[in-house]
């Protein structure tokens, strides 16, 4: 299994909040995606990057962003929690073989009160 | 604009039989298409992929279909076990994008004992 874990696994905070998720990776690889999943949507992407500094949108992106200061450490935040951000957050990481292939995180699930 | 469709939300099926699972993409420049499994409260894990040039890859139980003039892909789960119960997400990558995912909004398979 892919070493990606995820920070907090739960977290209830108040509309109008900012809230940080951090996705940690001991696989030294390059490429991290952030994605939300809700009921009938699958998995949408939020941000990804592509290095560290190197981020770019998905095509949910509103009201989120992401930094990378170091290889191992994607972090999403909400500047300000709406109701409508309460979802479960994957992270995931490309393949080192087979760039395609990613590998997700346990997720976290956040509600926003 | 979803690029990537999975028609049917939900299959049952019975222990032993078949199962298949349809998903439908419009973007005939993908590269690469994967199947995803999801338990309760876990990440996605990667199951099976093929290429666009391909037309089927096997992997033990799990065969995946590409019909590149359909759009169409399909995954057969033969012979189906109550283990299989999970989501599963089909999902298409444009290698030339950052090796970004695509998903349809999965398919609940419950396998009946």
């Known amino acids: 299994d892919a070493g990606i874990t995820q920070s907090p696994r739960h977290k209830v905070t108040e509309t109008g909040t900012p809230v940080t998720l951090r996705c940690h990776q001991t696989?030294?690889?390059?490429?991290m995606y952030w994605y939300r999943q809700d009921p009938g949507h699958g998995l949408r992407l939020i941000h990804y990057?592509?290095?560290?500094?190197?981020?770019d949108k998905g095509e949910v992106s509103d009201g989120y962003s992401v930094s990378r200061s170091k290889t191992e450490d994607f972090l999403l935040t909400l500047e300000s929690a709406t109701s409508s951000q309460t979802s479960v957050y994957f992270c995931?990481?490309?393949?080192?073989?087979?760039?395609?292939?990613?590998?997700f995180g346990p997720g976290t699930r956040l509600t926003v009160t | 604009d979803q690029q990537v469709k999975q028609n049917s939300p939900s299959l049952s099926v019975q222990e032993g039989r078949i199962s298949i699972l349809n998903c439908d993409y419009t973007?005939?420049?993908?590269?690469?298409f994967l199947w995803y499994k999801k338990y309760p409260a876990e990440g996605p894990t990667f199951l099976i992929s093929i290429s666009s040039i391909k037309d089927k890859n096997e992997d033990g139980r799990f065969t995946v279909f590409l019909n590149k003039s359909a759009k169409h892909l399909s995954l057969h789960i033969v012979p189906s076990q109550p283990g299989d119960s999970a989501v599963y997400f089909c999902?298409?990558?444009?290698?030339?994008?950052?090796?970004?995912?695509?998903f349809g909004a999965g398919t609940t398979v419950t396998v009946r004992a």
């Open positions: 696989e030294n690889h390059r490429y």
């Open positions: 990057s592509y290095g560290v500094k190197d981020t």
């Open positions: 999902a298409a990558s444009l290698l030339s994008n950052d090796y970004k995912l695509s």
């Open positions: 973007n005939s420049m993908f590269d690469y």
């Open positions: 995931a990481i490309s393949g080192r073989e087979r760039s395609y292939e990613q590998y």
